[in-house]
């Protein structure tokens, strides 16, 4: 069975810094896609970034790129130049195997941006 | 673009009661999903559609049945509600490609249930 694991509960950022939001993850496939996802207190769910376990490359969207270290099974998100509007929760999330599956999700972090 | 679209919004029920939430996915996404977020935590997957046919199950109470219609929108249908059902509902749908790893997800707003 897959497992994800984020070891923060919460997170400060000063507004303005980067910051990165840990995830590890646990697989016996070797396809699978990683996702974060960022849930406002509006609850709801917005998807931000995706690599696919092939992809030689960290996946990247504006402010976002995901650290991707497949060695260690780990799939951290950095946020650039964090933003107020960042602040929110943010789910880490895997879908094994090829093709459609259902997402399995990490605890979330929930990420406070200071200004 | 085009985004998930779930309704209602929210939805106030009381115990014993039945509900229908509804979903219409992304134009030419072939695959539905239904997760129920309960207070404080993370999503859990209820059950998918692919091409309109039952393709995946999770931890759905036997109360909760869901389909998907011939114009790929679904409707989670829930009866007996209990008070544990009190939760934010989403629905999620993909665009699939046979053998390629797993696409994105894009999730509607959701619907929150309230059992009273």
């Known amino acids: 069975a897959q497992k994800i694991t984020q070891t923060q509960p919460g997170m400060f950022v000063q507004e303005k810094e980067a910051v990165t939001l840990d995830c590890t993850y646990d697989t016996s496939d070797q396809s699978y896609g990683l996702f974060w996802y960022k849930q406002p207190s509006s609850g709801e769910m917005i998807f931000l970034i995706y690599q696919g376990s092939y992809d030689e490359q960290n996946a990247t969207e504006g402010r976002y790129s995901l650290n991707f270290q497949k060695a260690r099974k780990s799939a951290n998100l950095v946020i650039s130049a964090s933003q107020l509007g960042d602040s929110a929760m943010y789910f880490c999330a895997m879908i094994p195997g090829t093709s459609y599956g259902k997402l399995t999700f990490g605890q979330g972090t929930i990420l406070t941006v200071h200004p | 673009a085009a985004g998930v679209i779930q309704s209602p919004r929210h939805l106030i029920k009381e115990k014993r009661e039945t509900a229908t939430l509804k979903c219409y996915p992304i134009?030419?996404?072939?695959?539905v999903y239904w997760y129920q977020q309960g207070p404080g935590q993370d999503p859990q997957f209820l059950i998918s559609?692919?091409?309109?046919?039952?393709?995946d199950k999770g931890s759905i109470p036997d109360r909760f049945s869901a389909q998907q219609f011939s114009d790929y929108h679904s409707e989670l249908n829930m009866s007996s509600l209990e008070l544990g059902d009190s939760a934010l509902y989403f629905c999620a749908s993909s665009s699939t490609q046979a053998g390629q790893v797993a696409q994105p997800q894009h999730f509607g707003d959701g619907t929150r249930l309230s059992i009273l």
């Open positions: 134009p030419r996404h072939d695959t």
């Open positions: 559609f692919y091409e309109k046919m039952q393709s």
